[in-house]
């Protein structure tokens, strides 16, 4: 069974920091580049941050020096660390693998960045 499951969401104060997990199965996951998005209420989807099955990285300018994406395929597992927590990061999370034929979501997982 394709499973991916984003956990490590919640409530953060301003200038804090989370690590959210992509956890995957079902799949070769280390043939897939995964990505990380997110969608706040009344907002379009944003792509924050990829990784491809080399380990190459791309990164939303909004998060740029603040989060850092990267994948352990022993765990097979991605990680979005996010550091500098701002206000305007509160979302839902999701977690999205494709090798660009097959394309996989994760339920998601609430931020939110809140004083």
């Known amino acids: 069974q394709v499973q991916l499951v984003e956990s490590g969401g919640g409530l953060v104060h301003p200038g804090g920091s989370l690590r959210l997990s992509c956890a995957a199965s079902?799949?070769?996951?280390?043939?897939?580049?995964v990505d990380w998005y997110r969608q706040a209420p009344g907002k379009q989807r944003e792509l924050v941050a990829i990784?491809?099955?080399?380990?190459?990285?791309m990164y939303g300018d909004s998060v740029k020096g603040r989060f850092t994406i990267f994948r352990d395929n022993a765990k097979i597992t991605v990680y979005l660390q996010m550091s500098s927590l701002k206000p305007e990061d509160t979302a839902a999370y999701y977690c999205?693998?494709?090798?660009?034929?097959?394309?996989?979501w994760g339920q998601g997982t609430q931020v939110t960045v809140s004083s």
């Open positions: 999205h693998a494709t090798d660009f034929r097959l394309d996989y």
């Open positions: 990784i491809n099955s080399g380990g190459s990285k």
């Open positions: 079902g799949f070769t996951f280390s043939d897939y580049t």
